[in-house]
């Protein structure tokens, strides 16, 4: 079975740094368009960052300039490095992978990032 796991969530005063890190396993994902969504508390779900098979990128406006995704197809893991965080940016991430021409995600079950002082 498909499974998407995080990883690198963690506890971070604002202007810190986080890399997330999302390692998929029974699928190769190579050829899939990957990326994030989070969800802060008492808010809907929101997409973060995508990262198409050929390394094109794309950000939500909140993020965009702070945010990198990466992806490490050898090793069938994404990556969101996370810079200059702030509090806003407290939520649950996910990772998810696109799959069956973008009609079906595979989805991770989240890794928390808190950003306070």
């Known amino acids: 079975q498909v499974q998407l796991v995080e990883s690198g969530g963690d506890l971070v005063q604002p202007g810190g740094s986080l890399r997330l890190s999302c390692a998929a396993s029974?699928?190769?994902?190579?050829?899939?368009?990957v990326g994030w969504y989070r969800q802060a508390p008492g808010k809907e779900r929101e997409w973060v960052a995508t990262i198409s098979s050929g390394g094109s990128t794309n950000y939500a406006n909140p993020v965009r300039g702070r945010f990198t995704i990466s992806r490490d197809n050898a090793k069938n893991t994404m990556y969101l490095q996370m810079n200059n965080l702030k509090p806003e940016d407290t939520a649950v991430y996910y990772c998810?992978?696109?799959?069956?021409?973008?009609?079906?995600?595979?989805w991770g079950q989240g890794t928390q990032v808190i950003v306070s002082s």
């Open positions: 029974g699928i190769i994902f190579s050829m899939n368009t």
């Open positions: 998810y992978v696109l799959f069956g021409g973008h009609n079906n995600r595979y």
